[in-house]
């Protein structure tokens, strides 16, 4: 973005990236205030709201960490490995997706009870962007960089997002993931 908008940078990504989250991550915690600041004991709602926010920050952690870790050992030269396939990271292209998603979700059960309908806007448009734009994105990265090992990882593991161990990604194959069913043809693209 640096490069590409020059000197104009500063104020496109500021308007662009970060105003734009802002105002984004402040739409979809609008009606936190009214949650947090109710005088009414916590429901069930609220509780599992709590777990599965928990749950999730969890997950984005240790699918972040690992991740890190990688990086570091490809950096000190002490793995060949060009994919992360283990922990996590065998369950699920994007587990640190995941916990970022269930974190959203678990946001909205917490403010479900205090909150209009509309709440659910915030949580189901993140989920949105990452099933249909953040991970098409930086698999498209993922396959120009590493080729061939990148998409055997991918047919490998099936779920791009959902944690499923690979006996039931291989039994749900294409019908639950048939734009995942790629060959090296896709790497000519």
């Known amino acids: 973005m640096r490069v590409k908008f020059g000197k104009h940078f500063w104020w496109i990504s500021l308007f662009s990236v970060f105003?734009?989250?802002t105002i984004f991550v402040w739409g979809i915690t609008l009606s936190f205030y009214?949650?947090?600041?109710?005088?009414?004991?916590?429901n069930t709602y609220d509780w599992f709201g709590v777990i599965v926010s928990t749950i999730g920050i969890l997950l984005?952690?240790?699918g972040d960490m690992q991740m890190n870790n990688f990086i570091q050992l490809k950096?000190?030269?002490?793995?060949?490995?060009?994919?992360?396939?283990?922990g996590l990271w065998s369950l699920s292209r994007h587990p640190n997706y995941l916990g970022e998603i269930l974190f959203w979700w678990?946001?909205?059960?917490?403010?479900?009870?205090?909150?209009?309908?509309?709440?659910?806007?915030?949580?189901l448009s993140l989920t949105c962007l990452f099933f249909f734009v953040s991970v098409d994105l930086m698999e498209e990265r993922q396959i120009k960089s590493k080729g061939e090992?990148?998409?055997d990882y991918r047919r490998k593991?099936?779920?791009?997002?959902?944690?499923?161990?690979?006996?039931?990604?291989?039994?749900?194959?294409?019908?639950?993931?048939?734009?995942?069913?790629?060959t090296s043809a896709?790497?000519?693209?």
């Open 75 to 86: 950096l000190q030269k002490k793995t060949d490995k060009k994919v992360l396939d283990t």
């Open 149 to 151: 090992l990148f998409l």
């Open 60 to 62: 984005e952690t240790f």
């Open 34 to 42: 009214k949650a947090i600041s109710s005088p009414e004991p916590w």
């Open 106 to 123: 678990g946001q909205y059960l917490f403010q479900a009870s205090f909150g209009p309908v509309w709440v659910l806007a915030g949580p």
């Open 19 to 21: 105003w734009g989250q």
């Open 157 to 182: 593991v099936g779920s791009s997002i959902l944690l499923f161990p690979p006996s039931l990604n291989r039994k749900l194959g294409s019908f639950l993931y048939p734009a995942d069913a790629l």
């Open 186 to 189: 896709d790497l000519n693209k």
